[in-house]
Each structure stands twice: as C-alpha cells, then as structure tokens.
C-alpha cells in the first residue's frame, strides 16, 4: 500500500487518511516512518487506540524513550496519561510552554505518539513549529554565526523542587520534582538530523538555559531572539483535537506547545516517546 500525505500547512505537517495504525505491515511503516521524518508532524484521525495499541505500535518504531519526572501508567510504564479535568481550570497546562520533550536528556526522544482519549468542546489546542523552517529562513551570517555553538540544557525550571507547586494542582496526574533536575547537558544548537541529513534548530525555551561559553546578557538577548523566530505563525502548525486522533510529530526537528484555554472541559491524552540519540 502506498501512504498519501496531505499537507496541512504550506511548510509542514500532513494528514494520513485511510490506515490502521495496529495493522500496517513493515513495509509500510517505513514507509510511515519516512513521512514523519518528512512532513515533521503526522496527524492520523479515528484511531481510538488504546493502550496497549498505542504501546505496540509505538515499540514497533524504536525502544521507548526514558520518562523522568512524570509518573506513567502502572500496567503500560511506557505511556503517560496527560489529564487535567474540568475543574481545574487554574491549574498548570502540562506541556504549556514552547518545548522538544526531554530535551535536557543525554539523548532526548527522536519520536511522540499522542493519542486524544477526551478532548474539550473548544481549546485545548496543541500548535507545532518547524524548526527546519525556522534554520531555513536565517541568513547565512546568522547561520554561521549559530553552527559554532551548543546549548546548555536543563530541566530545572519545569522539575526542579521549586516548581513542584506548580504541578500539584493537576490531580489526574502525578509529577514529582527533584534536585535530578539540575543538571545540565550540552547540545549542538544546529544539529544535523540522523534521518533527513538536514540541518535544524535544536532549541526550545523551557530547557535552553544558557549558551555554551557565551556571556548571560549576550546569551538571554540570544535566546530571546531564537524563541520569537522559531515560534513565529509562519512556521506553525495548529492541531485542533478530535477524539481518536493519534498524532505522531519529531522532536529533532521541532518544537510544540499545548494551549491551556479550556477551563471548565476535561482533557485526555495517552503520550509516548521512542528514544533517540545524541544531537550531533
């Protein structure tokens, strides 16, 4: 079988109609895989996974990615239940600032699978930017200005013990913050993807802490840039959630953030992620 994409931007992201994610055969997740590598974000609709499915698909795309912090489910270790309910509409969005999953890690996640169990009437949307796009559209100068640095990484501003308050008001989930949080690694700023052999941006403002050897005032203003490049409109994509959608994105090559604006709704989503290597 041959897997058509349709686009749903003008620079990334495409919708897969007519599979079942439990069934395809190998050749057609390679073919899948390619695609995700391609388009950078995969939306695939009415696949009602359940865990176990979710689970298996997933594995079949590469080991799981480590999960620290966040507490997954007691029968299926590998896959987070992303909840927050109705009432708590004050509450911390989790996954509520720009960010590449785990990027603090060693090797973060190459893939997430997320799958909509309960979505909200309205809101609750997950937006996407390419960080393809957004290396594509510096000037040269800049670019190699940005190929002779690395990025300081770490989770201390979203795990550290500081931040347990914030996550406590999500009684659906259990988050535990600890001093692991501190610690740091060192990343490429401009990796070259393992898959696609492009060059992009690995950078996202939850966990990009410092520049490497960079002095803090030249670095914030840096970074302060980086993040309104990166995450301008024209390199995004917005997924408005149905339930049964299962959408597959890469975070070598982007970045994402999920909107808290569905105060009174409940939402539910099942997250995985395959294990990558280290940015090179």
């Not at 987070?80 to 309910?85: D, Q």
């Not at 980086?226 to 090559?253: C, E, P």
Request: charge should be negative; include cysteine.
């Amino acid at each position: 079988m041959h897997i058509e994409a349709q686009p749903l931007t003008g620079v990334f992201a495409a919708e897969v109609k007519g599979i079942d994610l439990v069934n395809l055969d190998g050749d057609d997740l390679a073919e899948l895989r390619a695609l995700m590598c391609e388009h950078e974000v995969l939306v695939v609709r009415g696949q009602s996974l359940e865990p176990a499915q979710q689970s298996a698909f997933s594995s079949r795309l590469g080991p799981f990615g480590e999960v620290p912090f966040i507490a997954t489910m007691d029968e299926f270790p590998e896959v987070i239940r992303v909840v927050k309910e109705a009432d708590e509409g004050a509450a911390f969005n989790f996954g509520g600032a720009w960010h590449s999953d785990f990027s603090f890690q060693a090797e973060p996640p190459s893939f997430t699978i997320l799958s909509a169990v309960d979505v909200p009437a309205w809101g609750g949307d997950t937006c996407f930017a390419s960080m393809t796009a957004a290396w594509n559209a510096l000037h040269e100068p800049m670019r190699e200005r940005l190929r002779q640095l690395k990025a300081v990484h770490s989770a201390r501003d979203a795990y550290s013990p500081k931040m347990q308050a914030l996550h406590t008001g999500m009684s659906g989930m259990q988050i535990v913050c600890d001093e692991s949080a501190n610690e740091y690694e060192v990343h490429p700023l401009v990796p070259v993807h393992p898959e696609t052999h492009k060059e992009v941006l690995f950078f996202n403002r939850a966990y990009v802490r410092a520049i490497e050897n960079m002095a803090n005032d030249e670095a914030e203003s840096l970074m302060a840039f980086l993040h309104l490049h990166t995450t301008d409109v024209k390199f995004m994509y917005r997924h408005r959630w149905q339930a049964g959608d299962v959408v597959i994105w890469d975070n070598r090559s982007t970045q994402h953030v999920a909107l808290n604006d569905y105060a009174g709704f409940r939402r539910e989503l099942r997250r995985t992620t395959i294990a990558g290597g280290r940015p090179k």
